[in-house]
């Protein structure tokens, strides 16, 4: 059973530019969430997504966007890259059902120059 | 989402008792608590959840206390391999807020 799969594992881009990061969910969860971690900090939610709808939202600039497809995998857009979003982005998987049980992706390394 | 507070950091040695507690006065009715592990570049890794009382599994123990405003986070018997950042979290719906989380170091 494949966790939590996250694409790519790392990534350069220059600012001002457009990333787009991908999330698969552990198989049987609906739900996917999104976090940013600077180095040396706790990982920031960003938002969440349930049922292809955002269902809470972090303190994010709207250059942060994301989507859900029908197969509850989710994607991370972040529009006019600021060397500020160099960070890893972590996703995180759970079951709408109410339990806080996440699992977590490896993360994508973003790094912007 | 309720703001947690944990020691920075912690220092045990192999095969003592180490006990991580969490302050999270604005916990909400419908909050869980929940602790999770990370390795540097990698992503967290849940370890434990309670509402309330206790909570043991095969890697931790959990304690709450009846007003639910902190949780102490118990690891039996550490090892080399536990050095990592303990975060404890709390919120529902798997929405959390991450503290800076706790910094394990076991030495031998």
């Known amino acids: 059973d494949a966790g939590v799969t996250q694409s790519p594992t790392h990534l350069i881009k220059t600012r001002g530019q457009q990333v787009t990061l991908r999330c698969s969910p552990k198989?049987?969860?609906?739900?996917v969430s999104w976090y940013q971690q600077a180095l040396g900090q706790g990982p920031q939610f960003i938002f969440q997504?349930?049922?292809?709808?955002?269902?809470q939202r972090g303190n994010f600039p709207d250059r942060f966007s994301g989507h859900q497809f029908p197969n509850y995998s989710s994607e991370l857009n972040v529009n006019a890259l600021l060397l500020g979003d160099s960070a890893l982005y972590l996703c995180a998987s759970s079951s709408g059902t109410g339990t806080t049980e996440a699992f977590f992706g490896q993360g994508t390394r973003l790094t912007v120059v | 989402l309720a703001k947690t507070t944990q020691p920075i950091s912690m220092d045990s040695y192999e095969g003592q008792e180490v006990n991580i507690t969490c302050s999270h006065n604005?916990?909400?009715?419908?909050?869980?608590i929940t602790w999770y592990q990370q390795f540097p570049s990698q992503g967290p890794r849940f370890i434990i959840q309670g509402y309330k009382t206790k909570v043991t599994n095969e890697v931790a123990s959990l304690f709450i206390p009846a007003d639910r405003k902190s949780s102490t986070l118990s690891l039996p018997r550490v090892s080399l391999s536990d050095t990592a950042v303990y975060y404890c979290l709390v919120g529902s719906y798997s929405t959390f807020i991450f503290g800076s989380g706790t910094r394990l170091s076991v030495k031998p």
């Open positions: 997504y349930y049922e292809e709808e955002e269902r």
């Open positions: 198989s049987g969860h609906d739900t």
């Open positions: 604005n916990i909400a009715t419908n909050d869980y």
